[in-house]
Each structure stands twice: as structure tokens, then as C-alpha cells.
């Protein structure tokens, strides 16, 4: 197999800010901010020439059920703890850029969540730190939230959970970009602990620095539809990692690793041991790539999984998923990266016939989860529909011309 390498591309689309969707993706729909039967609270408004100048004065104002609205502009220093139920908290009018500019909530981070039911749209988080290493654009700490079309850049992790499992966390189109500071630690762009359920779909996970893009100790995980590419300069160490077993249904995924990784593997599942009363893992229709010059390996798996499948799949680069434990494989072509429209650009949509005759296996279901792709990521931060059932092995559907 002839390899390439990638030095110094950008992404096709460069590092734009993640853009609103016309259809939302189904599986990764939490409960409503207000419930049918529960009146809607307060609508307020913060913003330079508005009577609430700041997003602190908004928390500590707060009621259950209402909506606080943000003014476009930057906000530094401007940290807060939400503690109210069934809150909505978004950016209107453009950008909306909270610096952390050395400040954070409780030495914890731009923003702890308390509250029950909380959506958090269009907001960015950049720069947490603090003493610890461990400082977030968000700390979520009880209740269900959920987080749409954000955007998690420069901090020393993205979003990062406490270890409760009542807890419930959504996140839809959003971008992570990892830790830029000189402090040497693990730094993660999303770190979900011991919680009930993770969904993520949509979402731009890029650029971490020693830690992963994604690590997940949930009892149940949905993550659909995304990006995540250590790409040009990235160190990340796992790509997607479940350390604690649990349910994992992983669909439709661009999954890249890139050349400067310390850990030759993408996926590792229950590496730590298994901690939920049932682990299995679905790989099903996933573009997985690996760019390390040594070689990497694409799936780990720790002896002792009820289940592992891995069907449809497109790996690019040496190895095979087979490797990683026993379990149901079928249909995980290994291919060159001159299948794809442009590598160097990392655009991986397959050239039109570059793969004749591919048979696939039948996506089927796992627990009424429905593991056929209905949905492909489009870059960035996007969903794109698909118009019937998907006919190529990986995570994107779309051919370019040949």
C-alpha cells in the first residue's frame, strides 16, 4: 500500500466557526429546556446598552424556566455558576466571545452548570485556566445540558463533567480546539466522567494536546456524525476513548490520526476495565485514518466486552479492526489515500467509483438504537441528510467527481 503523510494541510474548510443546521440530528435530542405543561419563565437581555451588563449579573438574576439572551461582543473576565433549572442561555446578533482572561467560577472554570435542563447556543469559550490544569469553558456538574452551535477554543478542557451518574450531557455542531498554553499536562477538548448518558453529533473536534478529542466514562454514548482530526501540529493521544466500557454506539465518523500522536491508537475501549453493567461497542460506518509515519492502530479493545461490532468501516492506512478482540467484523475495507478527492486538503469524501463493488453488511440495531446513517457530517459542524441508505463503506456518502 502506497502511504502518504499530511504536512501542513488545512482543513478543506479551513477552521471557520460552526454555522446553524436546518435539520437537526435525532439522535442526539435531549429534553426540552421548558417541558410541555411547565410556563415559561422571563426573558432576559445582556449586553453593553442593555440594564444587565454582564453574564454574572444574569446567573444571580436568574429564575427557573427563563431565557437570557446575549448581545454579540466579547465578555473578558465575565464568569459565572448557574444553579437554575430549565434555563436557556444564548447568543444573539452575532459572536459571542467569553474570555476567561485569567478569571474563572469557583477556580473551576468560564462557566459551572448546576441546574437541570439548561441549553446553552451560539457562545464562545476561550481561554480557561487554572491552577490545576483542569480549568473548562465548562465544568457541568448536575442535571441534564445541553449545548448547540458553541464553540471551546484554547481552554485546558473543552467541557468536563463531574463523576455523577444522574447526569446527562448533549452536544450538537459544536467546535473544540485544544490548549495552547506553555504548562506541560493532559489536556482534553471533551471529558464527559462517570455520568448516565452522552450524545454528541455535528461536532469539530480538533488540535488537542496530549489529552484526547473526546473521552468518555458514560454509561450510554451516541456520538454520530463527527469530525475528529488531530490534523497539521495536533498531539492528541486516543482519538475517541470509552477507559470505562458502558454502551457505545459510534456512527458515521471522520476519525483521524495524526503523525505527531504519542499513542498509536485511535479508539481504546475499556482500556481501565469495565465499570457499567453492560459494555459493548458499535462501529459502524466510520472513516478512520491513520497518519502516523510509524504506523498506528486503529481499535484497542480490553479483553472482557459483552459485545464488540465493527461493520463498514473505511480504514486508511495498515492494520485491521480484527485485531483489537473477538467479535462480529464485516465489511472494513483497508484503502489508499488516493481513493479520496483530496487527502492533502483532508477532504475525504471518496472519489465517484473509486470503489466498485463494495458489498456492505446490514447496519442493523443495537437496544432500538438505530445504526444505519441517516445523517454525514459536512464541514464544519454541519449535518447533511442523506437521501436514501448509505451504499459506501465510512462515514461520508457524498462522492466528489472522479
Known amino acids: 500500500m502506497k502511504r502518504r503523510f499530511l504536512r501542513g494541510g488545512l482543513a478543506l474548510l479551513g477552521y471557520a466557526a460552526c454555522r446553524p443546521l ?151 455542531r459544536c467546535e473544540f480546539s485544544g490548549y495552547t498554553g506553555r504548562e506541560e499536562g493532559i489536556f482534553h477538548n471533551l471529558y464527559a466522567g462517570t455520568i448516565r448518558r452522552l450524545s454528541v453529533s455535528g461536532c469539530y473536534f480538533h488540535a488537542a494536546r496530549v489529552g484526547h478529542l473526546l473521552k468518555s466514562r458514560a454509561g450510554e454514548n451516541h456520538i454520530f456524525y463527527n469530525r475528529l482530526t488531530d490534523e497539521s501540529g495536533g498531539r492528541a493521544s486516543y482519538e475517541l476513548e470509552f477507559p470505562a466500557g ?70 486508511v492506512g495498515k492494520g485491521s479492526l480484527e485485531s483489537a478482540a473477538s467479535g462480529e467484523y464485516a465489511a472494513n475495507p483497508n484503502v489508499d489515500w488516493d481513493v479520496f478527492a483530496r487527502a492533502v486538503r483532508q477532504d475525504y469524501r471518496l472519489r465517484r467509483g473509486a470503489l466498485p463493488g463494495v458489498r456492505l453488511a446490514a447496519p442493523g440495531s443495537a437496544d432500538g438504537v438505530d445504526l444505519a446513517p441517516r445523517m454525514e457530517y459536512a464541514h464544519p459542524c454541519q449535518l447533511r441528510p442523506l437521501s436514501g441508505n448509505a451504499t459506501l463503506p465510512g462515514a461520508l456518502q457524498s462522492e466528489a467527481p472522479a
Request: glycine fraction near 12%; hydrophobic fraction near 40%; proline fraction near 5%.
Open 22 to 172: 436546518l435539520a437537526a440530528a435525532p439522535v442526539a435530542s435531549p429534553p426540552p429546556a421548558s417541558p410541555a405543561g411547565v410556563a415559561a419563565g422571563r426573558l432576559l437581555r445582556v449586553g453593553p446598552g442593555q440594564s444587565l451588563r454582564t453574564l454574572a449579573a444574569a446567573a444571580a438574576q436568574a429564575r427557573d424556566g427563563d431565557t437570557i439572551e446575549v448581545d454579540a461582543g466579547e465578555y473578558s473576565g465575565d464568569v459565572a455558576v448557574w444553579t437554575r433549572d430549565r434555563l436557556t442561555v444564548r447568543g444573539v446578533g452575532g459572536p459571542v466571545r467569553l474570555l476567561a482572561a485569567g478569571a474563572s467560577a469557583e477556580g473551576k472554570a468560564i462557566w459551572v452548570v448546576r441546574g437541570d435542563r439548561m441549553l446553552v447556543e451560539n457562545i464562545e469559550f476561550v481561554g480557561a485556566r487554572v491552577g490545576d490544569l483542569n480549568g473548562a469553558g465548562i465544568r457541568h456538574e448536575k442535571g441534564a445540558l445541553s449545548v448547540r452551535q458553541c464553540r471551546f477554543l484554547d481552554n485546558q478542557n473543552g467541557i468536563l463533567t463531574s463523576n455523577d451518574k444522574t447526569l446527562e450531557l448533549h452536544v450538537e
Open 246 to 315: 458502558g454502551l457505545a454506539y459510534v456512527v458515521g465518523n471522520l476519525i483521524q490520526q495524526g503523525s505527531l500522536t504519542e499513542n498509536p491508537h485511535l479508539i481504546a475501549f475499556g482500556a481501565e476495565g469495565y465499570k457499567w453493567p453492560r459494555n459493548e461497542l458499535h462501529l459502524v460506518h466510520n472513516t478512520l485514518i491513520d497518519d502516523r509515519p510509524r504506523g498506528g492502530v486503529f481499535l484497542r479493545v480490553k479483553s472482557g466486552a459483552d459485545r464488540v461490532r465493527a461493520v463498514n468501516n473505511l480504514l
